[in-house]
């Protein structure tokens, strides 16, 4: 039996999780054995503080992200020779003790620092990148030593090309997406009241209040509002609730095991540009109304929506309202139905296993 080591993280993002778990499960199904490996807890403490640390920070403090993001920008090497000394004892470890025969990456942490890792101990396994953002990565996810790299877009592949990456080594296979998020092949009907959700619109607790206050100003919508993990910005909503000061129509939840269904009944989503959420919604024909990022890692992810029509930015509150109203008053809204159906970003777990089955022998 072939054995698959997945890089990954558990507390960095829903979006490297969510592939890891996509991935995992198909390449069970193909009879491989497959393991997942958390990269910050081979750091030792240094990468548990660091991963504990990004929800706090890029939530509570973005700047005090955004500036070590721009140092890994500028010196990208660097901090692939930092990771690569924290790391290489334990993930030595770990490869003897499991033994893989293709390791496979889809954190950008993880990319130049391992395959230097490998070459340096002189370990003969090869070694895949499935770059997770939609737009313009970041530097840090280069790695012109990795024997195949799998981005989600055209864009990506042209933009790592133009960046020295050998053409040869790059193939476009889309996002790794759970399999109960299904590809609808006909357009969402709007027969009654449209179904909006919020899914943890923006960073700021504050603007995340003023998004769901604004949107319940719609006529003839159902608002759903799911949370997450987010138990401040939930209690408030149910406080607000109970005391008159929004709509008690709006439903709202906290962390949910069944997004696929709240997905599946939805016309629009307001999320932020995490490339996970934003390619859920789209497979599952919903448009997408993009309310926030992440400083510096999601910057340009709202290109994809705007740039294939699926949906549209809006990082105001004050401005919510009416765009929407614009937006569902219109043929905007029932042409981006439509056009998500073309969404071809959303299917990375069938093109990766295949191209392993095929290569891996």
């Not at 889809?106 to 396994?125: D, P």
Request: glycine content about 4%.
């Amino acid at each position: 039996m072939k054995k698959i080591m997945i890089l990954t993280s558990e507390r960095t993002g829903n979006g490297h999780k969510a592939a890891a778990n996509a991935l995992e499960k198909k390449f069970n199904s193909l009879g491989y054995e497959t393991k997942q490996v958390d990269c910050f807890t081979m750091m030792g403490k240094l990468g548990v503080l660091l991963e504990n640390s990004y929800i706090p920070i890029t939530t509570k403090c973005p700047l005090l992200y955004y500036i070590p993001f721009l140092f890994t920008q500028a010196f990208p090497d660097s901090m692939h020779s930092l990771i690569y000394i924290k790391i290489k004892k334990e993930l030595k470890r770990e490869i003897n003790e499991f033994n893989p025969d293709l390791i496979l990456s889809v954190h950008s942490m993880f990319t130049k620092s391992i395959s230097y890792f490998l070459k340096k101990e002189k370990i003969n396994i090869p070694f895949y990148i499935n770059v997770i953002d939609l737009v313009k990565p970041p530097k840090v996810w280069i790695d012109k030593n990795a024997n195949a790299i799998f981005v989600a877009t055209d864009e990506v592949k042209n933009n790592y090309i133009k960046r020295g990456i050998d053409k040869e080594k790059i193939f476009v296979s889309g996002f790794p997406i759970r399999d109960d998020i299904k590809i609808r092949t006909t357009p969402k009907q709007i027969d009654g009241k449209i179904n909006i959700l919020l899914v943890t619109p923006s960073l700021s607790f504050r603007k995340n209040i003023k998004f769901v206050k604004e949107v319940s100003k719609l006529n003839n919508v159902s608002i759903n509002v799911i949370c997450g993990r987010d138990e401040k910005f939930y209690k408030s909503l149910i406080k607000k609730q109970k005391l008159n000061k929004i709509s008690k129509d709006i439903k709202i939840y906290g962390f949910v095991n069944n997004m696929n269904e709240f997905l599946e009944n939805s016309h629009i989503i307001i999320t932020k540009a995490g490339p996970n959420m934003i390619l859920e919604a789209t497979r599952s024909a919903t448009a997408v109304v993009i309310s926030g990022h992440i400083k510096g890692q999601e910057n340009w992810n709202y290109e994809f929506i705007e740039k294939n029509n699926f949906g549209f930015k809006c990082y105001e509150p004050r401005k919510i309202y009416k765009k929407l109203y614009n937006f569902i008053n219109s043929s905007e809204l029932s042409n981006c139905l439509k056009n998500v159906l073309n969404a071809e970003s959303s299917n990375g777990v069938e093109f990766i296993s295949n191209y392993i089955k095929n290569n891996l022998k």
